[in-house]
T-cell receptor, first 118, second 111 residues
């Protein structure tokens, strides 16, 4: 059972280039998330999706776009990369609180994608 | 002000010590309180979670929530070098469907 898989694991971009990070989950989870993690700033939510075809803005959405065309995939796009977007990006998924008896929104994370923008 | 504040650390303790990791939160709507463990260059993984106030124990780990003071803690007994990691607290209002994380505390347990 693979869980949450992120590709690529590493990428170096030049300022102004574009790229897409792919997240795939095989747990049939409804919710999917993209976080970025920077030293001393914890995990900050970029965008999230509560189901196929839906997306919503998180805490730090500027400069990023997302799409959820299939339930199992959540794509994060950078149209014009900036050095401030150098970070480690984590995708996560969860089932809804109503779907599990505990009610907790427990996240399953991918291994991360390390992006450097020069 | 952040909704979830976590003691920054880093913490360095000898093997066998009792470790206390702490967070405070400001949003009264939070009902679920999670602790995630993140090893270096890995994704976070759920350690344990608690609903509302009270304690929850899992082996050497105890999670404690005091909603009256908006304070959450994770205690690690008999700490081991394998416990060396960054610990992230997270709070959730299930209706919102998204968790708010603290900045993390890095723990090193020295043999």
């Amino acid at each position: 059972n693979a869980g949450v898989t992120q590709t690529p694991k590493f990428r170096v971009l030049k300022t102004g280039q574009s790229m897409t990070l792919l997240c795939a989950q095989d747990m049939n989870h409804e919710y999917m998330y993209w976080y970025r993690q920077d030293p001393g700033m914890g995990l900050r939510l970029i965008h999230y999706s509560v189901g196929e075809g839906t997306t919503a803005k998180g805490e730090v959405p500027d400069g990023y776009n997302v799409s959820r065309l299939k339930k199992q995939n959540f794509l994060l796009g950078l149209e014009s990369a900036a050095p401030s977007q150098t970070s480690v990006y984590f995708c996560a998924s969860s089932t809804t609180g109503l779907a599990i008896l505990s009610g907790a929104n427990v996240l399953t994370f991918g291994a991360g994608s390390r992006l450097t923008v020069l | 002000q952040k909704e979830v504040e976590q003691d920054p650390g880093p913490l360095s303790v000898p093997e066998g010590a009792i470790v206390s990791l702490n967070c405070t939160y400001s949003n009264s709507a939070f009902q679920y309180f999670m602790w995630y463990r993140q090893y270096s260059r890995k994704g976070p993984e759920l350690l344990m979670y608690t609903y509302s106030s009270g304690n929850k124990e899992d082996g050497r780990f105890t999670a404690q929530v005091d909603k009256s003071s908006k304070y959450i803690s994770l205690f690690i007994r008999d700490s081991q070098p394998s416990d060396s990691a960054t610990y992230l607290c997270a709070c959730d209002n299930t209706n919102a469907g998204k968790s708010t994380f603290g900045d993390g505390t890095t723990l090193t347990v020295k043999p």
